[in-house]
């Protein structure tokens, strides 16, 4: 039987543990901030942001808490991205994810393992709301790339900015397949809005930004996609039982490349970058600027090509000095040696449809062919006077 | 890159004509009859060389499909729900087909039970846009992946025959 002594000690264990539990629990909340202080004191959370000004990095950071910027996908890099630019006191963000928080996902940053199960946008507003309540917060938790989803996907990027009615400032795309960038890349060609492209590779040692201005740089749609090379032979990728690696510090330097694109973008400091990509295994980054496609598949992206050759028109005219390359000529050649391709450009061209120049370390990750004018070989499907309906019928009693 | 028969298989799917998704109004709905076409003319043919292995139906809009594939082995049928949606950027992007009950049971699935498909699924359909359909989606991507995964899932006991699910 337990003596009072005993009894009295196990009351102050449970007692101090109550007491860690409570404090623990405990949320410290700081109150908004309605105007950003450049006073360097312990208590604001702003003064390291506003001692950019002070060193004349940037003219006027205030300017951040104006801006919304869309985060469509809240994964590896988007939830990183996302806390960033909480951190660095945006006004608002609009969040977009259809994924909960699972186990497997604590190899990245951000969730913790307490919030697994629940959506990752819900998780997330919750966390980042703790950590900066000046920031204002939308979030949907829905699939874009579905006829439903999308409407109001569009709708929101068109009116959801900082001021009701007006578009956001920015899209971040950090998604991690091929169909939802084409959404986003459809979206943004059809609204004229500016956004930025990141991803990591399957394998977690590449990753790239790429900053997409409608009409004046290469869309999404314009070539196939980008590849990093990391000087590994893609045949011999082991893909045995998996689907995908990934690592926190590789999509840690995407999102890093991402927001401060972003920041110089929107705060209008340093050279925006349009194309940067990350080879892990190298440490190299190749950057360059793409052109888009004047035969692009998406209409809206030919459409805004057309605008933008409008604007630039009607803009004064800056008068370029270009530098001409001189061919090489070798002095002494007595057997009069010419490099001759066996195939011509043209067929060259067609085989491989549109690729655009791109600079050392970056390739397309296949290409496809140039639509051809003479029909197919392959069989089409005949003409029908069937209706909808009743091929519909017919399937579903076959 | 793909077998033979598969080769054989997919050289006998009538190839589709408009390139149009679910946002092109009219456009879309003769896309639709391509589809519809395109895979009852698969399913035929399945049939014909005695290897029927899916029904498919869709929604009224031809947005959302869903129905069931099954796979051979050792003389027994296992089943499986099929589902996915269209995406709005069909058919240049390709539909990702999903079978939901085998969600975390292989790691060859993205969530949601999404199949996890070759490298050489994505350049073959961008070289083929918009030629290639729904039809071809599953000669080129389900079927290959059924052969490889559910054999493994049998093997490995993560999934089993339903005639020994009902004798425990």
């Known amino acids: 039987m337990a003596t009072v002594k005993d009894l009295q000690k196990k009351i102050k264990e449970l007692e101090a543990e109550l007491e860690k539990e409570r404090r623990e629990k405990q949320n ?15 208590s604001n959370p702003y003064s390291r942001l506003m001692a950019l000004k002070r060193m004349g990095i940037v003219d006027d950071y205030e300017k951040i808490r104006e801006y919304c910027v869309a985060v469509v996908g809240v994964g590896g890099v988007g939830s990183v991205t996302a806390e960033m630019l909480t951190r660095c006191g945006i006004g608002k963000l609009l969040l977009f994810d259809y994924d909960k928080v699972e186990l497997a996902n604590m190899n990245r940053l951000f969730y913790q393992p307490h919030q697994s199960g629940m959506s990752k946008v819900e998780a997330a507003e919750k966390t980042l709301k703790e950590i900066n309540p000046d920031v204002e917060f939308e979030v949907y ?23 009701s ?30 956004w ?36 590994t032979d893609e045949k011999t990728l082991k893909r045995e039982g998996v689907c995908a690696a990934s690592l926190p510090t590789t999509m840690a330097v995407v999102a890093g490349f991402l927001v401060q694109n972003t920041l110089k973008y929107l705060l209008k400091f340093g050279d925006v970058s349009y194309y940067l990509g990350y080879n892990a295994l190298q440490d190299f980054f190749p950057s360059m600027t793409l052109r888009p496609n004047p035969t692009c598949d998406d209409r809206h992206c030919v459409n805004q090509q057309h605008a ?91 | ?44 043919n399945n049939k014909d060389s005695d290897n029927d292995w899916f029904r498919l139906e869709s929604n009224k809009e031809g947005t959302r499909w869903f129905g069931k594939c099954w796979y051979v082995h050792e003389l027994l049928k296992y089943e499986f729900d099929l589902e996915f949606d269209i995406p709005i950027t069909y058919p240049t992007t390709a539909p990702e087909l999903a079978l939901p009950e085998l969600d975390g049971k292989t790691a060859k699935m993205y969530r949601g039970g999404k199949i996890c498909l ?51």
């Open chain 1, 308 to 398: 933008f050759q409008l604007r630039e028109k009607s803009k004064p005219k800056v008068e370029k000095v270009e530098e001409k390359e001189d061919d090489v000529i070798h002095e002494d050649n007595p057997f009069e040696i010419q490099l001759v391709s066996e195939t011509t450009e043209e067929e060259l061209k067609n085989s491989e449809g549109f690729v655009p120049d791109l600079v050392q370390g970056l390739k397309v990750a296949y290409t496809t062919p140039a639509p051809s004018q003479n029909s197919d070989s392959g069989a089409m499907v005949d003409n029908t006077e069937k209706s909808l309906e009743e091929l519909m019928k017919e399937m579903q009693t076959l």
């Open chain 1, 141 to 163: 938790n829905y699939n874009i790339t579905t006829m439903d989803n999308f409407t109001h996907f569009m709708e929101r990027i068109k009116t959801g900015g900082f001021k």
């Open chain 2, 118 to 168: 070759t490298d050489h699924f994505k350049p073959l359909w961008a070289r083929n846009v918009p030629k290639f359909g729904i039809a071809h989606a599953l000669s080129l991507g389900l079927g290959p992946w059924l052969a490889v995964e559910v054999p493994d899932l049998i093997q490995k006991q993560i999934i089993t025959h339903k005639s020994e699910q009902a004798e425990k």
């Open chain 1, 28 to 42: 410290v909340l700081r109150p908004k901030i309605s105007q950003m202080s450049s006073e360097v004191v312990d």
């Open chain 1, 196 to 231: 930025i492209e990141s991803g990591v590779s399957e394998n977690a040692v590449s990753g790239h930004i790429q900053f997409i201005i409608p009409g004046e740089t290469s869309c999404y749609a314009c070539a196939p996609p980008l590849v990093v090379s990391t000087k």
């Open chain 2, 1 to 44: 890159m793909v077998d033979e028969a598969t080769k054989k298989s997919l050289a006998q799917i009538p190839l589709l004509k408009t390139k149009a998704g679910p946002r092109d109004g009219e456009l879309w709905v003769t896309r639709l009859k391509e589809e519809y076409q395109a895979l009852i003319k698969y399913v035929q």
């Open chain 1, 165 to 194: 009615g007006e578009p956001v400032n920015l899209v971040l795309s950090c998604v991690d397949n091929f169909e939802a960038r084409m959404t986003v890349n459809t979206a943004c060609n059809e609204l004229g809005q500016n």
